[in-house]
């Protein structure tokens, strides 16, 4: 039986969910801009998740626009919020997921922006006495960090960031969608412009996710259309995939405490039995730092060995499905823009594991296993 240890990537969707969604795949059908009855039921039903949702993290139903994903809705936030408030210098770092870093860069190179890269530490973490600096420079400028590196696992502390947009009148966005469903969102304690999710990150649909644009930081429409999403975003609405984010979501914030501690015990129990298994192992990032990172993401590094060039096809063919950094690069020639940023002379092997709600120790013992035999070493 395969062991699915790829939850960063896209998660499993919660039969819970799906029952949720099914009604409105084969009997509630209608157009939600309709004005009939079966339009009205399903305008309903969008309005229900999108107050769900708003009183998850508490803000208020208009600041919740629905997307394609986190991918439309980072575009959206950071193309529109600069055009807006004719935002002229961005605040960033060259390890945001290319949802971010190719927006900027196609906004520099077109001249909308001058883009800025805040310094991080040894393990990745953004220097925030440089961030400071910067925002003293360019005060009223356009941030985008992310709270927590889809391929490392690091942790932002978005909360002091917020604070010092806000004191330097900065538009401050964040991608979120790693900790979405993860972390308990709290939007009025965040000085945060905007926020991203993606449901398939915690066991919704695919093709669905969402924004936070704070209420007194508006942006423009991005996609041109209709008037739906309250003239925010055109296009006939994902109606299923809508109530099921919203679905997934208060799952989520439901067994958020008991899934934590449950994926910490596992990611905890992986850190161990490699550090046992293979000589000479670490961890990229602050990735094996339970306190520093996310606790669904462990980023192995591995010793040079001219088996790591195969490493992700061998684990595959051994049952194991994991990543070598985001899936959205998984096609490409080069290898992970994180790694290559923080360890640009490096040869050694890396492998992403995370971890979600259907994992057990004997997934993670059988993949500690399963790695150490690819790589030539017998696990102890």
Known sequence: MRIYLDNAATTPLDPEVFEAMKPFMLEDFGNPSSTHAHGRKVRAAIESSRKKIAELLNCTPGEIIFTSGGTEADNAIITSGAQTY???????????????????????????????????????????????????????????????????????????????????????????????????????????????????????????????????????????????????????????GIIGIAKALEIAYREMSEHEKQMTKLKARMIEKLREAIPGISFNGDSANLERSLYTVLNVSLPESEENDMLLFNLDLQGISASGGSACSSGATTGSHVLGALYPNSKRGAVRFSFSKYNTEQDIDTAVEKLASCIGVAAH
């Open 86 to 240: 004719n935002i002229k210098h961005a605040i960033s770092t060259p390890i945001e997921h290319h949802a971010v870093t190719h927006t900027l860069e196609t906004l520099a190179k077109k001249g909308v922006v001058e883009l800025h890269h805040v310094a991080l530490d040894s393990n990745g973490h953004v220097e925030l006495g440089h961030l400071e600096e910067l925002l003293k420079k360019y005060p009223n400028a356009l941030i985008s960090l992310m709270h927590a590196n889809n391929e490392i696992g690091n942790l932002l502390d978005i909360k002091r960031v917020g604070e010092m947009a806000n004191e330097y009148k900065a538009f401050f966005h964040s991608d979120t969608v790693q900790t979405m469903g993860h972390y308990a969102h709290n939007m009025k304690e965040l000085h945060v412009c905007g926020m991203t999710a993606a449901a398939h990150k915690f066991h919704g649909p695919k093709g669905v996710g969402f924004m936070y644009i704070r209420k007194d930081r508006k942006i423009e429409q991005f996609i041109h259309g209709g008037a739906q999403e309250r003239n925010m975003r055109g296009g006939t609405e994902n109606v299923y």
